[in-house]
């Protein structure tokens, strides 16, 4: 007749409260160990790309005409190429260019694209319609002529680049942050900050914005990996950072194919730097909308939550994080 | 957990190979260990050069292996060998012969051509290796049987009888007469709006052409223009059919000549195939009584990508391959023991121009510009760069048999001049503070990423003696335009076509002023050009000219109107089974890829190879 009775254990001290930021790094180093590798990968690539001097053995485009296409050896850790410049340096110069363009071109990414996002999402009508079809024709647009284009006229350049691809990217990415402010607008807050009295521009700065960050976020991270490829194909294609100046994609390109038989670190070099940083940011990209999800948000670490399955999964592996659950016998 | 484990442990494998691959030993520098082999006729005074004095000239013959198992003329089999890019056109009036016609060279022919006999084939008097020389006496009459002048107003031509037009539109196979001829030279020198036309003034028109019978064409033109068009109507001008009236060929189906070849399809950005004139007129010089061409077809394979050139060359699609680098020759070399090959300078060279007009830029300083030289260690890059594969001194006239009685070498130059090609830092510096920058100065150079990597080299040459040197790399689009509009602020990086033998007039006006917009011949060369050279322009003996350019190239090199970087080496190569062959690539002036009608195919000796 009486039904079970379940017994809640009560901490006896309230575990103190994590900032959010800590918060994100414990839980990306509990629960995603592949996303941890990708940003101790995305953490080398920073401090490589701000310290390349530090590191950096030799110049860049120090050249030692009797040491050309030397192997991997004491003096040149990872070889030479055709015009004896220590490949160590220049792939340690190169995560600066990775660096530089990565973060540039994502941040442009993420500002376009919160701009046109957010007014095209929250006012609606006309402008929608307007901001949206000339989003439609700059996707459609076929990427490479528009690169080319511009560094026709304005010629190549770090600039140039980051300018290009961030610019490019923003306009595509602008939907994903519409779509977000589009959800937002419906919220009963923004409809009483307007009852309120408040201003577009105060409902966008105070309401909107923080509401978006989490999209922002994910925006920035996976476009920091695609920009890396985009700036590397360039280069390869000769449209990028023009040599001397050491670019992945660049020494990838013709100089290691036209040496590719006889000193094939050139090429392995650049591009094993290349694949392992696309990686870790991928991977650390991921993790990153996993986690900040709202869905997951408080399926592990918070009350509530709505879970997929794996809250429960957690809970079932780990016990309770904030309580013990006990059955007791009838 | 175990999947994750084993595509690990996959990636960790593949990362690991990489590395140990990207271990592997220095490539070895030791030369090849084919030599200098040539079976076959030995050209005659070979031995006896050999034993001369060195003259600084470069002999082809000194890198080469010719090795050919084809030794007996076959008729038959197809000739394959590949294109940079498609050909654009069909009619000289339209495009660029020389670099978008190419098929014009064996479809249609001119009065004259450069005689094979007299190449390495024959007597070896001349390499026809470079495209641009006209030297009268290596040529035999084509379409013209003979010529006279019989004044210094009057090129009388007698036309060779027996020559057939393709047997399509519109002469179907008709023979071949004057009126073709006429019709042919007022065709380039007289309709306004074509290139030609529009780059002659006035007083240099051709005053009349007329045809006194149905084989004799007699050309008027002003005095002082006779030797110019000997050469320009002798050896420059293709012959058309008279039907063709006012139309431009267009198409391939429309390219009528009088050529060994007919083109018979051109798939666009693809390949082109021509078959064998059945009714061509001409004998093989060397083996007389054959009527050529030997192979029944010819195929250009338009293969833009170099890595695909090569691989077709090692698999054994195309035949020949013409302007391979040196280290893809050397590659080829051990890896293809069968190829034959010739090791050749080209006859451009890369240069570094300055803008000598602004006079707030050091450039119009002589000192500058020597020092500039100076500090260039070129036998460093020659060594280090370009593994002894290139040569530091080629401009203005190449150190080439071709040319042997024009150049000058280094050491016989003047003090300043040889001084300037050797590396003097110190000297360098001190010229700079004389000129007025003790400190060295800033510029920029603007170039496309082929020099990227000499250039390169140079900044840290000069970064040396205090010049800061920016590379402003451009697309080669952008560089072009740039290079041709002289938009360049300092300094240019861009090659130079060294001085043609019949038309140092044209470097001089031409090249020169293109890469630098200062650059006047009036303001540094005119008392000697009017005093030396331009008595002698028109003149048809060529022992005065030929002087004379080797007494003003030294006069040039003092100028040092240009800095002159490494001109590197580079190969053609070809297969064992093309008979006939020796490198050639123009036989006479501008007669680009017309040797294909001189060499043959042995078919069994390519079964061998190639089992197909």
Known sequence: ?330 | MRKGAIWLCLSCIMVVALVLSACQPAPTTEPSEEGTRVVGEVTPGEEEEAQEEDKGIVEPSEEAKVVTEATTPKYGGTLTYALVSDIRGFDPNIVNVDAECLTLHITNEELMTGDWAKGPAGTGDVSWIMPGLFIPEHNRGAIAESWEMPDEQTLKYSIRRGIHWHDRAPAFGRELNAEDVAYSIHRKYLIPGTEVYENTVEEDRIISIETPDKWTVVVTVPAHTLGAYFQGIGAETWIFPVELGDANITSWEGAIGTGPYIITDHVIDSSVTLDRNPRYWAEDPVHPGNRLPYPDKVRQLVIEDQATRIAALQTGKIDRYRGLEWKDGERLMKGNPELNYIRYLTHVSPMIWMRMDKPELPFDDLRVRRALSMAIDRDAIIEGYFQGNAEKFCHPILPVPDMSDMFVPLKEQSAETQERYEHHPDKARELLAEAGYPNGFKTSIVTHKDYADMLSIVKQQWSEVGVELELDVRERGAWRSIMRGGGHEELLAAQITNIYYYRPLAYLEDYIPQYNRSFGVDEYVEEYFEEKLQPYIGVLTDDVLRANLRELAPYLCDLCWAIELPSQYYYTMWQPWVGGYHGEYSVGRGNHEDWPKYVWIDEDVKRQYTGR
């Open chain 1, 1 to 330: 007749m009486a039904g079970r009775l379940r017994t809640i254990s009560i901490p006896t001290r309230l575990t103190r409260r994590r900032g959010p930021l800590l918060d994100f790094f414990v839980r990306l180093v509990r629960e995603k160990p592949m996303g941890t590798f990708g940003a101790i990968i995305v953490l080398g690539l920073l401090v490589t790309g701000v310290s390349a001097d530090l590191l950096a053995p030799y110049g860049f485009n120090q050249i030692h005409l009797m040491d050309t296409l030397q192997p991997p050896s004491s003096k040149y850790v990872l070889g030479t190429d055709q015009l004896g410049r220590d490949m160590l340096s220049r792939v340690i110069y190169g995560a600066r260019i990775s660096m530089l363009v990565g973060l540039g071109a994502a941040a442009l990414d993420v500002v376009v694209a919160v701009l046109i996002g957010m007014f095209s999402g929250y006012l609606g009508g006309k402008v929608d319609l307007f901001l949206q079809r000339f989003v439609d024709a700059t996707i459609v647009f076929p990427h490479l002529f528009f690169y080319l284009a511009v560094m026709a006229i304005i010629g190549p350049g770090l600039l140039q680049v980051i300018f290009v691809l961030g610019i490019l990217r923003g306009i595509g990415s602008s939907r994903i942050i519409r779509s977000a402010v589009m959800g937002i607008k419906q919220n009963m807050y923004v409809d009483s900050a307007r009852a309120l009295g408040a201003g577009t521009r105060r409902i966008l700065l105070r309401h909107v914005l923080p509401n978006v960050a989490a999209p922002t976020i994910i925006v920035f991270t996976v476009a920091m990996g695609q920009v890396i490829i985009a700036e590397a194909s360039l280069s390869f294609l000769g449209f990028g950072i023009p040599p001397p100046t050491p670019s992945w994609g660049g020494m990838l390109s013709a100089e290691s194919r036209d040496y590719m038989m006889d000193a094939p670190w050139m090429a392995i070099w650049p591009g094993l730097a290349l694949s392992l940083v696309i990686y870790g940011i991928n991977m650390f990209g991921d993790a990153v909308r996993d986690l900040i999800d709202p869905r997951l948000r408080g399926g592990v670490g918070g009350l509530g939550g709505h879970g997929s399955g794996r809250a429960a999964r957690a809970l079932k592996k780990k016990g309770t994080a904030f309580g013990r659950v006990e059955k007791t016998e009838k």
